[in-house]
């Protein structure tokens, strides 16, 4: 009876299965495969061949796009913008962990970003930071703080700026969501005891939230940061990885193979080195956050 059990769930999983297999496994395996093949659809007259490693040394060695200013950028692009988030994200759902009159409609009001399309921010962001006609100039010019129009997106030194205060405002959100919920789940008690023995707010942080919410803030880094190197559509939209390749990301880079030049075998080979970043991350983030979890037990 237990077998017939055991087989009949496992009848049920099949579906399931197939459609990861379907929608994830072989879409993978397939990019993969494409990295090592000569695959561009701007020399229609080559056959489609595997190539080797030529396309990794076309990447790297590429005078048009320097590889590793795009590595630079991709760490910048992703730490400056996790930092912000984060801290942002922990202040607001601090301040959004209290009761207070209109709660309710507040968080929506600051979650509401969350459920917008990255893409859309991105073109909305692009009229508002434009050089001409653009709101923010706008605003500077009155508030006397500037007196010509700014660049913001045609400037390389404040380009990158740019689209990183875009992709903080996007993301503070998600901390705020993650962390509120962590925060829900610290017993008063914990609070009560603190305030008797006369902790702060400083004291409180460090050694009664942070600790208690640490699994919380592991896992949510984490998803950030792979969701963050895999977030192309504010830059792409905003400013198409320019000017001069100043806000040129790796899956910026990825997308610009495989929709400029059709150059799917580069695409590909750009997709596997984002794909072997992110597991050595995440391998190592894993382990030291697991080494010092023992530690301090």
Same mark, same amino acid.
């Given at each position: 009876?237990?077998?017939?059990?055991?087989?009949?769930?496992?009848?049920?999983?099949?579906?399931?299965?197939?459609?990861?297999?379907?929608?994830?496994?072989?879409?993978?395996?397939?990019?993969?495969?494409?990295?090592?093949?000569? *695959?561009?659809?701007?020399?229609?007259?080559?056959?489609?061949?595997?190539?080797?490693?030529?396309?990794?040394?076309?990447?790297?060695?590429?005078?048009?796009?320097?590889?590793?200013?795009?590595?630079?950028?991709?760490?910048?692009?992703?730490?400056?913008?996790?930092?912000?988030?984060?801290?942002?994200?922990?202040?607001?759902?601090?301040?959004?962990?209290?009761?207070?009159?209109?709660?309710?409609?507040?968080?929506?009001?600051?979650? *509401?970003?969350?459920?917008?399309?990255?893409?859309?921010?991105?073109?909305?962001?692009?009229?508002?930071?434009?050089?001409?006609?653009?709101?923010?100039?706008?605003?500077?010019?009155?508030?006397?703080?500037?007196?010509?129009?700014?660049?913001?997106?045609?400037?390389?030194?404040?380009?990158?700026?740019?689209?990183?205060?875009?992709?903080?405002? *996007?993301?503070?959100?998600?901390?705020?969501?993650?962390?509120?919920?962590?925060?829900?789940?610290?017993?008063?008690?914990?609070?009560?005891?603190?305030?008797?023995?006369?902790?702060?707010?400083?004291?409180?942080?460090?050694?009664?939230?942070?600790? *208690?919410?640490?699994?919380?803030?592991?896992?949510?880094?984490?998803?950030?940061?792979?969701?963050?190197?895999?977030?192309?559509?504010?830059?792409?939209?905003?400013?198409?990885?320019?000017?001069?390749?100043?806000?040129?990301?790796?899956?910026?880079?990825?997308?610009?193979?495989?929709?400029?030049?059709?150059?799917?075998?580069?695409?590909?080979?750009?997709?596997?080195?984002?794909?072997?970043?992110?597991?050595?991350?995440?391998?190592?983030?894993?382990?030291?956050?697991?080494?010092?979890?023992?530690?301090?037990?």
């Amino acid at each position: 009876m237990r077998r017939n059990y055991n087989g009949f769930l496992f009848m049920l999983m099949i579906p399931a299965f197939l459609l990861l297999a379907v929608l994830i496994f072989f879409p993978v395996v397939k990019g993969m495969v494409i990295a090592f093949q000569n *695959y561009n659809l701007n020399n229609p007259l080559s056959m489609v061949h595997f190539n080797g490693l030529d396309n990794f040394k076309a990447i790297l060695f590429d005078t048009n796009f320097n590889f590793w200013q795009i590595i630079i950028n991709t760490l910048i692009w992703i730490y400056v913008s996790l930092f912000f988030q984060f801290t942002l994200g922990l202040i607001l759902a601090l301040l959004l962990r209290e009761p207070f009159r209109g709660r309710g409609i507040y968080s929506g009001l600051v979650f *509401y970003p969350w459920a917008l399309s990255g893409f859309a921010i991105g073109l909305i962001w692009s009229w508002m930071f434009n050089g001409q006609f653009g709101i923010v100039n706008d605003l500077l010019q009155r508030a006397h703080l500037i007196h010509l129009n700014v660049g913001f997106l045609s400037d390389p030194k404040l380009a990158m700026i740019s689209v990183i205060i875009v992709n903080i405002w *996007y993301g503070v959100p998600f901390f705020a969501i993650m962390l509120l919920a962590g925060l829900q789940s610290i017993p008063k008690e914990l609070f009560e005891a603190a305030e008797i023995d006369g902790a702060g707010s400083v004291k409180r942080l460090f050694f009664i939230i942070l600790p *208690y919410i640490k699994t919380t803030i592991v896992s949510t880094v984490l998803l950030r940061t792979i969701w963050i190197m895999n977030f192309p559509e504010i830059i792409y939209a905003m400013t198409s990885g320019g000017p001069n390749n100043a806000t040129n990301i790796l899956s910026t880079q990825m997308i610009n193979k495989l929709v400029k030049f059709y150059d799917y075998g580069q695409g590909s080979a750009v997709g596997v080195i984002i794909m072997v970043i992110l597991f050595a991350f995440a391998f190592i983030y894993l382990k030291v956050s697991g080494a010092k979890e023992e530690g301090a037990a």
